[in-house]
């Protein structure tokens, strides 16, 4: 048991001193010997439990933004990740009720998305691979989009705060926990 802390520890540690090298634009990479522990804390289902775009609640500026020409009310935003080796399954739900001219009606947002992923220093690097969003009003498809691949690798701060996973990506930032098993 105290062999097995130890060795966290210096994983930690080891990890840590690879962050803390200057970025000289050149060739640091973390050893593939200190990565595996932090890719295992890593892998496995996260559920947002906290997302706010500039310090606002993600909810609000979804219903602002999704909803243009009615208000989402009793609106609830359920976001999951699942890490696994290199691709994490990202599935977003949001619900609630529509007000429409002619009354309320049930509304329903999906998304999945499948992101490959990579560990730095500090950062995942990721892009976005495949994925659909579709819209239901009333229990009734009303859009359905694919989500082509952009291409693009982007860079997404992340570190851990407690059992926490923190994800930041310029203005947005999310709390990740795990389910209670």
Not at 5 to 14: G, T
Not at 55 to 68: K, N
Not at 144 to 149: A, G, Q
Request: net charge neutral.
């Amino acid at each position: 048991m105290a062999a097995r802390k130890r060795n966290k520890e210096r994983d930690r540690l080891a990890f840590s001193l690879a962050s803390s090298l200057p970025d000289s634009g050149g060739g640091y990479e973390i050893s593939a010997a200190f990565t595996a522990p932090e890719r295992r804390r890593i892998l496995g289902e996260w559920t947002i439990a906290e997302h706010l775009v500039d310090g606002v609640p993600y909810i609000e500026l979804f219903s602002r933004t999704a909803v243009r020409d009615a208000a989402l009310l009793d609106g609830v935003y359920i976001s999951i990740y699942d890490f696994r080796e290199y691709v994490c399954v990202k599935r977003v739900r949001i619900r609630g009720l529509v007000e429409l001219a002619g009354g309320r009606v049930e509304y329903l947002y999906s998304m999945s998305l499948a992101i490959s992923w990579e560990l730095g220093r500090g950062y995942l690097t990721v892009r976005p691979e495949l994925g659909y969003q579709s819209t239901s009003l009333d229990g009734k498809m009303a859009a359905v989009k694919e989500l082509p691949s952009s291409g693009e690798r982007t860079r997404v701060g992340y570190r851990f705060e407690g059992e926490a996973l923190v994800l930041e990506d310029g203005a947005d930032f999310k709390r990740l926990t795990r389910e209670a098993e």
